[in-house]
Nanobody, 117 residues
Framework: QERLVESGGGLVQPGGSLRLSCTVS??????????MGWYRQAPGKQRELVAS???????NYGDSVKCRFTISRDSADNRLYLQMNSLKPEDTAVYYC?????????WGYGTQVTVSS
């Protein structure tokens, strides 16, 4: 079963930046015709939606990432991006992408982001 594929995570110092990317075959999920979201799950916590973009381009951010993260998409390549700036230790989590609204498609394995000095 094809899954979403997230990439771009890593270890970064506080204040640093990372750019996450997500893709999947268009016949599985078109990022242009679905509201999409970036989620994260920290150890011992539930998965939370941190940023979303509607099919019409309306963008929303969680309060904890507002003004630091930027969500975008490339419709031609069916890719979703999350630019993360001014990273904080509390941003440490596994990051996933998927539909913003249920039903989500099969979740990918995510990409680990660790913010630590």
């Amino acid at each position: 079963q094809e899954r979403l594929v997230e990439s771009g995570g890593g270890l970064v110092q506080p204040g640093g930046s990372l750019r996450l990317s997500c893709t999947v075959s268009r016949h599985i999920l078109s990022f242009n015709t679905n509201a999409m979201g970036w989620y994260r799950q920290a150890p011992g916590k539930q998965r939370e939606l941190v940023a979303s973009i509607s099919r019409f381009g309306t963008i929303n951010y969680g309060d904890s990432v507002k003004c630091r993260f930027t969500i975008s998409r490339d419709s031609a390549d069916n890719r979703l991006y999350l630019q993360m700036n001014s990273l904080k230790p509390e941003d440490t989590a596994v990051y996933y992408c998927n539909r913003r609204d249920p039903p989500q498609v099969a979740w990918g394995y995510g990409t680990q982001v660790t913010v630590s000095s």
